[in-house]
């Protein structure tokens, strides 16, 4: 599948979602918006693993500016609550959603990055929010995705400073999972993806859903629905075939 700026490639339990903007920074505008939302509603049943990545020298410098000169508010509390429900479905899509980063992951990008459960970045990638200095606000989800990440106070810090993190210090703070050497952060998304897609579907479900409800919870609440998760899967026939492969030291396809 290809509308031009994103493209959805599928092989076999494993699809490729591309930010296909290079000559903009693969720069957050409608037309990506809107490409993004088809390939989420393009993943064919058999997809385990979604792999996220940008064309290029660099995953996305945020938004598009130019779309937004111009902007009316209402229009503009439009296009933001419409790409908080799109990455709010990227990161809800069903499956582990593996992000391979590169250069610049600033505001839009950052925030699209932020909704992917595991985040690979090569050496070149550095993450700013630079809203502060633009006279504008996050849009995307920040106040809520990153700020779950590094903690309100640090996002106070960079979105007043537009400070850049470089990618250590972006590990550091939890921004990134894996760092690589330049140009391997596709070579080991790929590699995540095709190790988490032989977990037991039903695991993989509640890790993605459970822990993320969890966290809203009050204690007593999370450590409840936790009982709940674990009665699902423990009891379930992944977990019979899973637990009688380790005992007889077996390997197993779920």
Known sequence: MNNDLVVLEVDGPIATITLNRPERRNAFSRAIAD????ALSGL?????????AGTGDHFCAGLDLKEHEQAAPFEAVKFSRSSQAMLARLRNCGRPVIAALQGAVIGGGLEIACQAHVRVADETAFFELPEGRRGIFVGGGASVSVAKIIGTDRLIEMMLTGRRYEVREGERLGLVHYVVEPGKAMQK???IARTVIHNAPISNYMILHALQEIGEMPASAGYFTESLAQAMTLTS??????????LRKRSITF
């Open 189 to 191: 998304a790929l590699e």
């Open 237 to 246: 026939e992944d977990a019979r075939a899973g637990m009688e492969a380790f």
């Open 44 to 52: 064919p049943d058999e997809v385990r693993a979604v792999v996220l």
């Open 35 to 38: 490409g993004l939302d088809s």
